[in-house]
């Protein structure tokens, strides 16, 4: 297949993933699609300023500001209410990473000895198997994860730009090789990290590029300072990192029910497990309710762990036996491992997301078409040759991600089918069981959501027993039915030894609740004490946490909303104190004022303003309601001179 043909077959591929994917563009929002899109829609609403929606109150480091403009545009072309641009705006950036799929295969390929014969048939399969695959549904469909797609962008043109600079350099043109490499790649991976983090791992990638391909002795010296300054003063940036201040980034296992070791421990199964679903996809098990990922607490618990961590092993072993011979295996399969260097190694976020793979997948099919040098060319066969066998075997699978993305397309389509079959395959999730339970609740089917938490409450998991009576609290309050003190008293019964971000979401909704409508049996001052009851025990947590924080400041609300201002103070300082979190310095302004404290108010308000930007409209907002309180609340007290000088 010439380049021409084998551009024609991919833009084949394209319309095809474009023709698959439309009938669910008008899917449902999900999950944190709500949370990410809100300001956005505060942007177009007048109530946000463009800074505030694209930037946020996060640090440059940690925003995503590209992803965040890139919304912007959006619901400027189109409208922030309906989710048709959004997703139609996410299949755009898909294949526009499938051409540079594509692109890199062509170029990589044709560097192998063994292969470059083939080199644009196997990249038009590697780029149509990664634009089919039923595993990028939940990020191509999920409006959200642009993020992912553009981080993944932006890596693969850093990398496409690595080997134009790589042959520019074997060519002799050392000029523009050098512009390369130390300006166009730096800037596409700057853009990567401007939209999520994990496009930090472009050099790493085009580390293991050089290492299949063009390490035939010693390495020029652009591409060794490149990799100097690049690849070794960032591993060395992050080595000083974890030994003199490592909880800047451990710090956040004390939001979570596992430990460093059992994380990297769990991760050999979940990268065994995403090869397996991007091998043999099975469909109906993926999705995004995979909470229920078991976590190893051990080498043989489960037994499996051991397994999967030898399985890496071999399989790396092998690709570094066979890389002179195979060395688009060897690039392949150590891609898909560097690609997963910043979400499945030790940072402490969640166990398991499949839209982890849309970058690392790139990787694992270019190994799998890899694999092709190692088929003898002798091989005896009846009928068709080496040839059509491969042909057939290729065309095959593509028909049957075809078939497994359309799918799973249609079950995307509409948020009762997503749900439905989480509860089938994944009815340990606590996700699915949550989202299942709002559903009931917003239809008026109590009963529903009785049967969903009475189910969660009989398992094993006592994490998923607490925030089962917490939500069936919640329930009650919304029905008017009662029991609600007991359900409180055994959700703290449990006394769990960590707060998660879990737990944070069930004490808001049900804060808001109690104040909306009540509950029952229960005040919102036992709801205040049980719940301050459930942050005691957690005792394995230090007050930094965020999770804690958070629960500390709706604590502090509800005491605030039944009149208790010393105790609502008290919580909110703690929490302020340990996070330093700006909208607990508000209401902690608030509790001063309203417990006779306005000197301390006073300086407190002061420090905010100096720590808000201007451009945080809602913020400022709050800043100037509680200026006009301090100053409402000293017109008041001036003639009560010496109550107020005792007070200082």
Known sequence: MSVNTSRLFLFAAMLATFGIYWTGLNGPFIFDDAQGLDIVRAWHEGTASWREAVFGDASLLFARPIPMASFLLTTWLGDSVTSFPFKLGNLVLHVACGYLVWCIARRA?????????????????????????????????????????????????????????????????????????????????????????????????????????????????????????FLGLPALGAAALLTFAPMRLLGGYDDWDFTLGQRLLTQARALMD????????????????????????GLFSPATTAVCIAALLAISITACLVRRRAPTFFAGWFFFLAAHAVESTFLPIEMYYEHRNYLPSVGLLMALVGL???????????????????????????????????????????????????????????????????????????????????RLVAGPDPRNREMARLDLIYANCLSGTGGNQELLRLAAAERLPRITVLETYAFHRLSTAIRDKGCGDLTQVGLADGLREIIDAATLQPEQSQPKGVTRYVVSQIYASAGLWPQAREQVDLAWRGGGDKRAGAFLVQTLIETGRQSEASRLLAELDSRIDKDELAAQKALAALRAQLVTTRREAAPALPAARVEQ
């Not at 995403?274 to 607490?297: H, K, N």
Request: net charge positive; with cysteine.
């Open 109 to 229: 390929i044709s560097h192998d000895r063994e292969l470059r014969t083939v080199a644009p048939t196997l990249a038009a399969l590697a780029a149509t198997l990664w634009l089919l695959h039923p595993l990028h549904v939940s990020t191509v469909l999920y409006a959200v994860q642009r993020m992912a797609q553009l981080s993944t962008l932006f890596a693969l043109l850093a990398v496409l730009t690595y080997l134009i600079a790589r042959e520019q350099l074997e060519a002799g043109r050392i000029r523009r090789a050098c512009a390369h490499l130390f300006v166009t790649l730096p800037l596409m991976v700057v853009a990567g990290l401007l939209s999520k983090q994990n496009a930090a791992v472009a050099p790493l990638l085009c580390l293991v590029l050089e290492l299949a391909y063009f390490a035939r002795g010693r390495m020029p010296r652009p591409v060794a300072g490149f990799f100097a300054l």
């Open 274 to 297: 995403y090869v397996g679903m991007l091998l043999i996809p099975r469909g109906p098990r993926m999705g995004l309710y995979t909470d229920d990922f078991a976590v190893s607490t």
């Open 372 to 454: 092709w040098a190692l088929v003898p060319r002798d091989l005896p066969t009846n009928v068709l040759g080496r040839t059509q066998l491969g042909a057939l075997a290729g065309g095959g699978f593509a028909l049957v991600l075809c078939v497994a993305t359309f799918g799973r397309v249609l079950i995307w389509k509409d948020e009762n089918t997503i749900i439905e079959q989480g509860l089938r395959f994944h009815p340990q999730s606590l996700r699915v069981n949550f989202h299942a339970g709002d559903r009931a609740i917003k239809h008026g089917q109590f009963d529903v959501h009785r049967q969903l938490m009475t």
